[in-house]
Structures are given as structure tokens and as C-alpha cells.
């Protein structure tokens, strides 16, 4: 089991930057899967970026090139940078792990891109 707890969400212009961090309860060095997702209202959850033992990641069409998902296993801590926000990123976005093909989740922090 993983507890995980997201921070660093808030309000930001867009061409802002933004990041999230996602502290977890356990060492992090031995979960396979570890990523991000968010909401928007509205709309189903989806996958935004997600890092694999061994370096393998994928990150959303729409956010390639501008946000980066790493890992800091002495800090039990996952982090989203997002840079040039949009508008369209405005979400919940949540952290999520899997362990032994379980799914945990965090409770989320919102992100809002607005002028």
C-alpha cells in the first residue's frame, strides 16, 4: 500500500509554469508505475504523464515538449513540472501508483490557467 499526497497546484497566466510534486508514504524505488493524470470538469480522467522502473515515459499528445515527470526516490517524491500552460490544462490533477497491479490515488490539486 502507498499513501500519496499531491501539492503545488494553484492559480497561473498562461505561458506560466507550474510544479507538482506528489509525496508518497513508502520508498518509491521499488514501484513499477508512477504518473499523473487530471479532470477537467466535465470530462473523463485522463492520462497526462507516466514514468516507468527503467526509465520508460509517456506524456499526453497535447502536453509533450512542455511538461517533464521525474522521480526522486530519496525523497519518496514524484514531480510534474508544467511549463507554458494553457488554458485547456486547467484540471484536478492526480497522482497515481501502481503496485502489484493495483491503482492508488492521491485526492488531487487543482490547477487553474487563466488571465
Known amino acids: 500500500q502507498v499513501q500519496l499526497v499531491e501539492s503545488g497546484g494553484g492559480l497561473v497566466q498562461p505561458g506560466g509554469s507550474l510544479r507538482l510534486s506528489c509525496a508518497a508514504s513508502r520508498s518509491i524505488f521499488s514501484i513499477y508505475g508512477m504518473g499523473w493524470y487530471r479532470q477537467a470538469p466535465g470530462k473523463q480522467r485522463e492520462l497526462v504523464a507516466r514514468d516507468t522502473i527503467g526509465g520508460n515515459t509517456n506524456y499526453a499528445e497535447s502536453v509533450k515538449g512542455r511538461f517533464t515527470i521525474s522521480r526522486d526516490g530519496a525523497k519518496k517524491t514524484v514531480y510534474l513540472q508544467m511549463n507554458n500552460l494553457k488554458p485547456e490544462d486547467t484540471a484536478v490533477y492526480y497522482c497515481?501508483?501502481?503496485?502489484?497491479?493495483?491503482?492508488?490515488w492521491g485526492r488531487g490539486t487543482q490547477v487553474t490557467v487563466s488571465s
Open positions: 497515481n501508483a501502481v503496485i502489484n497491479a493495483y491503482d492508488y
